[in-house]
Every structure is written in C-alpha cells, then in structure tokens.
C-alpha cells in the first residue's frame, strides 16, 4: 500500500481533528502531496496542497481553519483541522503525485497516488 491515512474520527462542531498520512517511498513525492475530500454520491473536493519546498495552498472552506505539513524524513503528510464545521464531514484522502512541477489544492484529486481514506464527521 502506497499511501495509508489515519487519524478520522467524531468530532463535534468546532473540534479538532489531526489526519496522519504513511507514504511508501515509491508514493512519496517532493513535487506534490495533498489531502482530498469526498462526500458520498458528489463530486472529490480538493482539499489542501504542499510542495516539496513546503509550500501549501488551500480550498477557501478551509483556509485558516486547516494546516498542511509534511515531514520529509519520515515521509508523512499531516493536515490539522481546527474550527470543524458539519460541512468538513467526508472522506478524507491523501494524495501524491512526481509528475506535477507545480502543486495546487484544486487538482489533489487527480494525483496518481491515492490512499484508502480516513473518516471524519463533524456533528452540529
């Protein structure tokens, strides 16, 4: 398995969650990681972005309430979530890709490395 997320959960509103992602050394990219998220029946939403100069880039629904980091070293991918709302309830996945020179939320997606998805849902 190449990318392996943890770290979904219940929450209610305004709670905090922090999403863990393993990457094999083969999914680990330096040119673009990033989480995606996905409701049942609707169309993946990406989610949160970083680069292998960790520059990260964010979804307007989340910016200022999420954070994306990475540790090179032990090739995991975080996104920590404050202030969840009920419409943070998805599916959350980690994504890589090496193909990309750039790297943006709005395609995370489409990356070529994709996990199985950790489960988070917020409750009003």
């Known amino acids: 398995v190449d990318l392996v997320e943890s770290g979904g959960s219940s929450v209610q509103s305004g709670g905090s969650l922090r999403l863990s992602c393993k990457a094999s050394?083969?999914?680990?990219?330096?040119?673009?990681m990033g989480w995606f998220r996905q409701v049942q029946g609707k169309e993946p939403e990406g989610v949160a972005s970083?680069?292998?100069?960790?520059?990260?880039t964010y979804a307007d629904s989340v910016k200022d309430r999420f954070t994306i980091s990475q540790d090179a070293a032990k090739k995991m991918l975080y996104l920590q979530m404050n202030n969840l709302k009920p419409e943070d309830t998805a599916m959350y996945y980690c994504?890589?890709?090496?193909?990309?020179?750039?790297?943006?939320?709005?395609?995370?997606?489409?990356?070529?490395?994709r996990g199985q998805g950790t489960e988070v849902t917020v409750s009003s």
């Open positions: 994504a890589a890709d090496r193909r990309y020179s750039s790297c943006d939320y709005s395609y995370t997606h489409l990356l070529h490395y």
């Open positions: 050394e083969d999914a680990y990219s330096s040119y673009c």
């Open positions: 970083i680069d292998g100069d960790d520059r990260p």
